[in-house]
C-alpha cells in the first residue's frame, strides 16, 4: 500500500485495507508464471514475484497477465457506476478525471486497469480488472464532486461494487 500521503479521510479507506488482507484475486492465484515472464498482450513482465512494466526481457517466456486475462474473458473486478441529474452536463470532465486517476494507478500498479467505459439510461459504468482501481475511482470522484459515494463488496470474492451520485 503506498496510500499513505494521499489519504484524505475517506471513511472507506479502513475498509480497502481489510479487503486487500482478506480477498486474493483468483487470477492472481492461477497466473504465478516463471520467472521472467512478458505479457503478449500489454508487455507487463513478471519478475520478483510480481507484475512491473518493466524488467529483464532476455529469455522471458510469454505469460497472459492476469488483467489481460479478465479482460480476454470479460470479467470485471470492479464496477463503477455513475448517476443522477448532475452527471449528463459533467460526464466528460468526470471521465477526464477518471481518466487520469486510472493513469496514474496503472503506472504503479499495472494490473489495475479500466476495461470498459459503458453508457445506459442515464447511469455510466466503468469496469476495472481490479478492485482497487475500482476504490480509486470512486474515492477521486467523491473528493472532486462530493455527492453520495457507496461502496459494496462480497466478503468471499475479489469483486467490489461502487455506485456513485450526485
Ligand atoms: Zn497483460
Same mark, same amino acid.
Given at each position: 500500500?503506498?496510500?499513505?500521503?494521499?489519504?484524505?479521510?475517506? /471513511?472507506?479507506?479502513?475498509?480497502?485495507?481489510?479487503?486487500?488482507?482478506?480477498?486474493?484475486?483468483?487470477?492472481?492465484?492461477?497466473?504465478?508464471?516463471?520467472?521472467?515472464?512478458?505479457? /503478449?498482450?500489454?508487455?507487463?513482465?513478471?519478475?520478483?514475484?510480481?507484475?512491473?512494466?518493466?524488467?529483464?526481457?532476455?529469455?522471458?517466456?510469454?505469460?497472459?497477465?492476469?488483467?489481460?486475462?479478465?479482460?480476454?474473458?470479460?470479467? /470485471?473486478?470492479?464496477?463503477?457506476?455513475?448517476?443522477?441529474?448532475?452527471?449528463?452536463?459533467?460526464?466528460?470532465?468526470?471521465?477526464?478525471?477518471?481518466?487520469?486517476?486510472?493513469?496514474?494507478? &496503472?503506472?504503479?500498479?499495472?494490473?489495475? &486497469?479500466?476495461?470498459?467505459?459503458?453508457?445506459?439510461?442515464?447511469?455510466?459504468?466503468?469496469?476495472?480488472?481490479?478492485?482497487?482501481?475500482?476504490?480509486?475511482?470512486?474515492?477521486?470522484?467523491?473528493?472532486?464532486?462530493?455527492?453520495?459515494?457507496?461502496?459494496?463488496?462480497?466478503?468471499?470474492?475479489?469483486?467490489?461494487?461502487?455506485?456513485?451520485?450526485?
Amino acid at each position: 500500500m503506498k496510500d499513505s500521503g494521499e489519504n484524505h479521510g475517506h /471513511p472507506y479507506r479502513r475498509l480497502d485495507r481489510r479487503i486487500e488482507e482478506v480477498v486474493h484475486d483468483p487470477y492472481a492465484e492461477r497466473s504465478k508464471p516463471r520467472e521472467p515472464a512478458a505479457c /503478449p498482450d500489454c508487455g507487463a513482465v513478471f519478475t520478483h514475484g510480481r507484475w512491473a512494466w518493466s524488467g529483464p526481457a532476455d529469455g522471458a517466456g510469454e505469460h497472459l497477465c492476469p488483467a489481460c486475462h479478465r479482460i480476454r474473458d470479460r470479467m /470485471p473486478a470492479g464496477w463503477v457506476t455513475l448517476a443522477g441529474s448532475f452527471l449528463p452536463a459533467h460526464r466528460e470532465e468526470i471521465l477526464h478525471l477518471v481518466h487520469n486517476e486510472a493513469d496514474r494507478v &496503472r503506472a504503479e500498479h499495472p494490473l489495475e &486497469r479500466i476495461m470498459d467505459v459503458a453508457d445506459s439510461d442515464g447511469t455510466t459504468t466503468i469496469t476495472t480488472t481490479g478492485i482497487h482501481l475500482a476504490r480509486r475511482l470512486g474515492d477521486a470522484i467523491h473528493h472532486a464532486y462530493q455527492g453520495a459515494l457507496d461502496t459494496q463488496y462480497a466478503p468471499d470474492e475479489y469483486r467490489i461494487r461502487v455506485h456513485w451520485s450526485r
